[in-house]
């Protein structure tokens, strides 16, 4: 740019602490000056972000693996931007990145806070804006290690992934049929199901709004479950507990069944399943992994590019303002694939 | 023996499934003729047995990692008896011998029952007859490779233990203590609590009957608690999981606390603490271990020489006859240590 103050930067900044599912009166916009560069900073014009499930969670007081979003913050989210001034020598105008810029328009960075937002520049070549919030953003990663390090496949055993339309689910089902394992997704309404059989190659998907899912996972995991994957929690979660293998290895990586709740978490009653089963459940934060994403990217692109991993994103319109409606359809399940918010096309 | 027949065999068989505490009506008593031994077989005369929460699971109808006790059959326990006639060239009349007697004052063992009742000769010079039902016998082999393979206990780290004055918990916070850990128990009573502590030579213990729980661990594990070895299940469960720290372990071993519930068992509410803590929740089933019993008898057998590790048995007398309310006590948590059935003196 070559005056950035004459630009105006609208954000969506937490206004309250919500209870149960968030609307509209939990967010405050606010229309600043965007301010120029200083020594060793850059500033971002926000192209897309990322919408996720664990944004519920930053909206909550209280300690979890990172802070909440403070009352009147920007909201936290990661995109991908394009620099639009630039005095860092690593960032030049015109680069495209992925960065946690928060749900505005524009993002300053002072020269400390870019390495703590995770910046880096992103090559278009491996793959495209919306895969970079998905299957080669923290979404990919996230299937990635927590199937990987955490669940540990081996050839020729089971994996069961909730969600399995989501950005997770999607990269955690087809890495397990490209590492030689039968793929099972559970997912909401028959459109997702046939679309992970038959765009991503699962061997067989559970539609849980449409029926039983202990029969669905009786009948499409008849050796037991060895690896399950878990996005919901809730009594997903204790259906898969009930059907589980001995060793079996359940990745707990979230539970968005659970995070509009207004009473407690529902605890999974079957879990002395673990007991019985001799087997584990560990949760994961992909952050850990941080300095292992550069290859795990690389390995996954490859995939991209020869076909043997798709990705689907679910694209909303309407800049940061469409935030808080974009954001529901999350919990909705109405979302069909990765949700990315646009916020500019260039 | 000189002739066996000659012998009356009382015998307490699971007459119909509890639903909730079992009472005396879940039970029948039998007579029966003492059979000689057929080639290759042996005859053991009852001395002690070893009552255990496991018990409760094995008398309900479903499958676990050992099928239950089917109704009239005479009810599964293990214990020390004496060779009283053989026809095997391994055991010899008057030999001491650790095996799945059952509830029963004779147990007859054809040749290829003896290896699949566990059967091997004690050493009375490495432990007291009851030791071999303690530490050095299911519940010590729980403890030892709960806390050593599933919980991987490092010098410095706090180990925390409910049902610390029982049997398992009494060797796992001793074995903590010797490895190095602050070994925090959980137990029920200020007496059991300051038996714990003084003679067993815990850091701290918390009477869950007379405080809270949470403010107990909150005060004796100011740096969290880095692996939980689960006894009880239930509330316990769900505080320790508040205080848990990044990458911690816990061990599912038993939930004594819900064994009887007759509503569903209550799931720990505080699981996602397993993710925000990158930790993890994993079953341990002791049989899974036993061409390790050896070594890891052997080396409790010298803690319980050198004085480094203490053990303590409840006894409870009257024979068989006093089975069905001497179990009981397990689950009121009466029982004061490991709990033990004297069925004969020699």
Same mark, same amino acid.
């Given at each position: 740019?070559?005056?950035?103050?004459?630009?105006?930067?609208?954000?969506?900044?937490?206004?309250?602490?919500?209870?149960?599912?968030?609307?509209?009166?939990?967010?405050? /916009?606010?229309?600043?000056?965007?301010?120029?560069?200083?020594?060793?900073?850059?500033?971002?014009?926000?192209?897309?972000?990322?919408?996720?499930?664990?944004?519920?969670?930053?909206?909550?007081?209280?300690?979890?693996?990172?802070?909440?979003?403070?009352?009147?913050?920007?909201?936290?989210?990661?995109?991908?931007?394009?620099?639009?001034?630039?005095?860092?020598?690593?960032?030049?105008?015109?680069?495209?990145?992925?960065?946690?810029?928060?749900?505005?328009?524009?993002?300053? /960075?002072?020269?400390?806070?870019?390495?703590?937002?995770?910046?880096?520049?992103?090559?278009?070549?491996?793959?495209?804006?919306?895969?970079?919030?998905?299957?080669?953003?923290?979404?990919?990663?996230?299937?990635?290690?927590?199937?990987?390090?955490?669940?540990?496949?081996?050839?020729?055993?089971?994996?069961?992934?909730?969600?399995?339309?989501?950005?997770?689910?999607?990269?955690?089902?087809?890495?397990?049929?490209?590492?030689?394992?039968?793929?099972?997704?559970?997912?909401?309404?028959?459109?997702?199901?046939?679309?992970?059989?038959?765009?991503?190659?699962?061997?067989?998907?559970?539609?849980?709004?449409?029926?039983?899912?202990?029969?669905?996972?009786?009948?499409?995991?008849?050796?037991?479950?060895?690896?399950?994957?878990?996005?919901?929690?809730?009594?997903?979660?204790?259906?898969?507990?009930?059907?589980?293998?001995?060793?079996?290895?359940?990745?707990?990586?979230?539970?968005?069944?659970?995070?509009?709740?207004?009473?407690?978490?529902?605890?999974?009653?079957?879990?002395?399943?673990?007991?019985?089963?001799?087997?584990?459940?560990?949760?994961?934060?992909? /952050?850990?992994?941080?300095?292992?994403?550069?290859?795990?990217?690389?390995?996954?692109?490859?995939?991209?590019?020869?076909?043997?991993?798709?990705?689907?994103?679910?694209?909303?319109?309407?800049?940061?303002?469409?935030?808080?409606?974009?954001?529901?359809?999350?919990?909705?399940?109405?979302? /069909?694939?990765?949700?990315?918010?646009?916020?500019?096309?260039?």
């Amino acid at each position: 740019m070559n005056n950035a103050t004459a630009l105006s930067n609208h954000q969506v900044r937490l206004a309250r602490r919500p209870v149960g599912t968030p609307t509209r009166d939990e967010w405050s /916009f606010t229309h600043e000056p965007v301010p120029e560069p200083t020594d060793g900073g850059v500033v971002v014009k926000t192209l897309a972000l990322s919408l996720d499930p664990a944004m519920r969670g930053w909206m909550n007081e209280g300690k979890s693996y990172i802070p909440p979003v403070g009352i009147g913050e920007v909201m936290r989210a990661g995109g991908i931007g394009k620099i639009i001034a630039s005095k860092n020598p690593d960032f030049a105008v015109g680069n495209l990145v992925s960065a946690g810029l928060g749900v505005q328009e524009y993002a300053l /960075f002072a020269q400390d806070q870019i390495k703590r937002s995770g910046m880096f520049r992103i090559d278009t070549r491996m793959g495209s804006m919306t895969q970079w919030l998905n299957v080669l953003g923290m979404p990919g990663m996230t299937g990635y290690f927590g199937l990987m390090d955490v669940g540990q496949p081996k050839f020729g055993e089971t994996v069961v992934v909730s969600g399995a339309a989501g950005a997770v689910g999607q990269t955690v089902g087809q890495l397990a049929k490209i590492k030689g394992c039968r793929a099972v997704g559970i997912a909401g309404g028959r459109a997702k199901c046939d679309w992970v059989v038959n765009e991503l190659g699962f061997d067989a998907c559970i539609d849980y709004k449409g029926g039983n899912v202990r029969a669905g996972l009786k009948e499409h995991c008849p050796k037991g479950v060895d690896v399950y994957f878990d996005n919901v929690g809730g009594e997903i979660l204790d259906d898969v507990l009930a059907r589980i293998g001995r060793g079996a290895r359940i990745i707990i990586c979230g539970a968005i069944s659970q995070y509009n709740n207004t009473t407690p978490v529902q605890g999974p009653k079957n879990y002395l399943s673990l007991l019985v089963n001799r087997a584990r459940m560990e949760g994961i934060v992909v /952050f850990d992994y941080a300095d292992r994403f550069p290859a795990a990217v690389a390995e996954l692109a490859g995939y991209l590019k020869d076909g043997r991993m798709k990705s689907k994103e679910d694209v909303v319109t309407g800049g940061v303002n469409a935030f808080p409606e974009a954001l529901i359809k999350l919990f909705t399940g109405e979302n /069909f694939g990765k949700l990315v918010l646009q916020v500019a096309t260039g």
